[in-house]
């Protein structure tokens, strides 16, 4: 079974193919359709910018097609960044900018006030298929950042229960944990029956 993934961002195909190893598909990106330019995400919530994505690629393809929209909501900055959090900075924006906005705001916020979570919304959709899988980790904002690893906001992001932030984490441990890797892990469960009924 084919399955597209609807981005270009190779941190992202890298991450979610190692979490969605072992199963019996062959994994796409964007990079094989060169035809299918920049989907807008002007949803109000991850949900829709998740779902609208795939919608678009599976017309385009007519493979099933996995989108996934993620943010991080800061608990001092009223949620946001949010549903904003690619773009956080302004039209141009870039990881660095990112960071260097959200620390802005978050100057001279106190430690117990600096908590956040990062949400992920993956949605699969073709041929029949409509399905939206969740995943939450919460943590707190670090006050500069820290370790080379991971991208987005991982240098400012120390998941509960953790000392190091997800850029200091390597892959291996990032991924059994991150917010990307629970949702995928539910997402699994999806594709895996999907599979199932397929080869019967």
């Given at each position: 079974m084919r399955v597209v993934l609807a981005t270009h961002n190779r941190h992202k195909v890298e991450e979610?193919?190692?979490?969605?190893?072992?199963?019996?598909?062959?994994?796409?990106?964007?990079?094989?359709?060169?035809?299918?330019?920049?989907?807008?995400?002007?949803?109000?919530t991850l949900e829709e910018n998740a779902r609208k994505k795939a919608?678009?690629?599976?017309?385009?393809?007519?493979?099933?097609?996995?989108a996934d929209d993620t943010g991080l909501e800061v608990e001092a900055l009223g949620g946001r960044p949010g549903v904003y959090s690619a773009r956080y900075s302004g039209e141009n924006a870039t990881y660095q900018r990112n960071n260097e906005k959200l620390l802005g705001e978050m100057k001279g916020v106190p430690p117990e006030r600096?908590?956040?979570?990062?949400?992920?919304?993956?949605?699969?959709?073709?041929?029949?298929?409509?399905?939206?899988?969740?995943?939450?980790?919460?943590?707190?904002?670090?006050?500069?950042?820290?370790?080379?690893?991971?991208?987005?906001y991982d240098p400012l992001f120390v998941p509960d229960g953790y000392e190091i932030t997800y850029a200091e984490m390597?892959?291996?441990?990032?991924?059994?944990?991150?917010?990307r890797a629970r949702a995928l892990e539910k997402a699994k469960d999806i594709?895996?029956?999907?599979?199932?009924?397929?080869g019967r």
């Open positions: 979610i193919r190692d979490i969605l190893a072992g199963l019996d598909i062959e994994l796409l990106s964007l990079d094989s359709f060169p035809e299918i330019t920049e989907i807008e995400e002007d949803g109000e919608v678009a690629v599976f017309d385009l393809t007519h493979i099933l097609s996995l600096r908590k956040a979570k990062f949400r992920c919304v993956i949605s699969i959709i073709g041929g029949g298929v409509d399905e939206i899988a969740v995943g939450e980790v919460p943590g707190r904002i670090i006050e500069s950042p820290r370790g080379t690893n991971g991208f987005g390597d892959s291996e441990l990032k991924n059994s944990l991150s917010h594709l895996k029956s999907l599979v199932s009924a397929r």
